[in-house]
């Protein structure tokens, strides 16, 4: 049988794929831009009399002897310990899909089995706290914060983005559960296993795409975050983000915005890794519904 795409018309095939690479080239560029820009130095890469300095790095040249440099990454994670706040970043965005996750699975696995009727005000209860801006729960959290000594830490901070982040969380496991039939659970019982086994050995094996795309997701939240961790985090233990606004915030010092060019795609490649890793269990998990036997 032929395809439908060899049957469409050859200008149409053609206009498709240019389409396509056009949006491509379009969406990449602002970051390969900063990739490319990230080996100059800053008299090139914001050169206001030629913007073809940019490409061409005659500064870089001058100043390094090549017209690449990695000035800025070593200047970043090496004299700026860039590397502690990526230390941090691990720390925070682990506890934060740790917790979430069995918060999340536990209780959207018991809701989406509940028979009663307040099972549905606590979703919408869930769904009114995620709409809240995260910045109004910060401010409520910064005074027990500082009164008990726990401002700048990780741990406050792992706390917080739990709570922005677990209705979400909660919501998604939930329709993820509700997809899942409940015969399977009472077959699971049939054959002795107790509420919990059910819901480890039989349930968890079937749900496995969708957690790891709400994983993902929380992950994504904690990570990208600025907000909540530049105002709860002491410059000790600033994670990525916002020791890159901090970079910025100095730009008086020669050199620092390349670090926070630098830094910038130091923090981006690894979602990119990340996504393209986990890219079959996303779209799973994002398309989940069905039963598997």
Not at 151 to 178: C, D, K, Y
Not at 219 to 227: K, S, T, W
Request: glycine share 6%; with cysteine; aromatic share 16%.
């Amino acid at each position: 049988m032929v395809s439908r795409a060899r049957r469409a018309p050859a200008s149409l095939r053609f206009a498709t794929s240019a389409f396509v690479v056009i949006w491509i080239v379009i969406a990449a560029f602002p970051f390969l831009w900063t990739l490319w820009g990230s080996f100059k130095v800053e008299l090139d890469f914001f050169s206001i009399a030629d913007w073809t300095n940019a490409l061409t790095g005659p500064k870089t040249l001058d100043t390094y002897g090549s017209r690449f440099t990695l000035a800025g990454y070593e200047g970043a994670w090496l004299k700026e310990e860039f590397w502690r706040s990526a230390i941090n970043t691990v720390i925070v965005c682990f506890f934060v899909v740790i917790t979430s996750l069995t918060i999340g699975t536990l209780g959207g696995y018991a809701l989406s089995r509940s028979g009663y009727r307040y099972t549905f005000w606590l979703l919408i209860a869930a769904l009114i706290f995620r709409a809240m801006p995260p910045i109004t729960l910060v401010a409520g959290y910064l005074l027990p914060f500082f009164e008990w000594n726990l401002w700048g830490r990780l741990s406050t901070t792992v706390i917080v983005l739990v709570a922005i982040n677990q209705p979400f969380t909660l919501w998604m496991l939930h329709s993820f559960f509700q997809s899942i039939p409940k015969e399977l659970d009472e077959s699971a019982k049939v054959d002795g296993c107790t509420q919990f086994q059910a819901f480890r050995n039989v349930i968890i094996p079937v749900m496995w795409p969708g957690v790891i795309t709400t994983g993902l997701f929380s992950f994504l939240l904690a990570y990208n975050d600025f907000a909540v961790t530049s105002m709860l985090l002491s410059d000790d233990n600033r994670t990525m983000v916002p020791k890159i606004a901090a970079f910025l915030g100095t730009t008086y010092t020669e050199g620092n915005v390349m670090f926070a060019v630098s830094a910038a795609i130091s923090a981006t490649v690894p979602l990119f890794i990340l996504v393209m890793f986990f890219q079959r269990q996303i779209v799973s998990g994002l398309t989940a519904g069905a039963v598997k036997g």
